[in-house]
Antibody, heavy 119, light 110 residues
Framework: QVQVVQSGAEVKKPGASVKVSCKAS????????VHWVRQAPGQRLEWMGW????????KYSQNFQDRVTIIRDTSASTAYMELSSLRSEDTAVYYC????????????WGQGTMVTVSS | QSALTQPASVSGSPGQSITISCTGT?????????VSWYQQHPGKAPKVMIY???KRPSGVSNRFSGSKSGNTASLTISGLQAEDEADYYC??????????FGGGTKLTVL
């Protein structure tokens, strides 16, 4: 069964960092990309960035350029997204999604990870 | 990167057809046939319904169709059913290995 499973909910204080994991199974991890998308409560989907799981190349949205880092561990078929300097506006559900099978779309999504930033 | 523009809400009765528009610019929607559409039910992860403007993934009903003209893409759902009630998001490749989503449209089946 092709799936990606994310790590659990996090509560962080302003200024801290959070690292969310995304473990792939059922397919060859290095043949595809992993994208990260977030959704604040009641708000739209927002694309954050992606990693080519094969060569490790990354690209980030300008909106997160200075605060987001995406890496992958091919031995564990897992991608990670770290967001630093957290503020209350970063409270959101963070999704990972596979890219590269259906053109430039995202075909397999994780269950989402709720990150709450609160003092 | 500005979000693509979608109507906040649309509605239709069972059996009817509705169309959701998605307007971008000549730098994203207008430049690439790489628009995708996602359905999201409350509390759930998005699901791809259309990719590359008009292609349907395996398992997606043929009641869902997509098109594009200039800087505007559209999603049409025919034969509306109660289970189609959800939020719908368009997404476009925007060049330089970046993507942009729309603001989302809430579909209500009356």
């Amino acid at each position: 069964q092709v799936q990606v499973v994310q790590s659990g909910a996090e509560v962080k204080k302003p200024g801290a960092s959070v690292k969310v994991s995304c473990k792939a199974s059922g397919y060859t991890f290095t043949n595809y990309a992993v994208h990260w998308v977030r959704q604040a409560p009641g708000q739209r989907l927002e694309w954050m960035g992606w990693i080519n799981a094969g060569n490790g190349n990354t690209k980030y949205s300008q909106n997160f350029q200075d605060r987001v880092t995406i890496i992958r561990d091919t031995s564990a078929s897992t991608a990670y997204m770290e967001l630093s300097s957290l503020r209350s506006e970063d409270t959101a559900v963070y999704y990972c999604a596979r890219g590269g099978l259906l053109g430039y779309s995202f075909d397999i999504w994780g269950q989402g990870t709720m990150v709450t930033v609160s003092s | 990167q500005s979000a693509l523009t979608q109507p906040a809400s649309v509605s239709g009765s069972p059996g009817q057809s509705i169309t959701i528009s998605c307007t971008g610019t000549s730098s994203d929607v207008g430049s690439y046939n790489l628009v995708s559409w996602y359905q999201q039910h409350p509390g759930k992860a998005p699901k791809v319904m259309i990719y590359e403007v008009s292609k349907r993934p395996s398992g997606v009903s043929n009641r869902f169709s997509g098109s594009k003209s200039g800087n505007t893409a559209s999603l049409t759902i025919s034969g509306l059913q109660a289970e189609d009630e959800a939020d719908y998001y368009c997404c476009s490749y925007a060049g330089s290995s970046t993507w942009v989503f729309g603001g989302g449209t809430k579909l209500t089946v009356l």
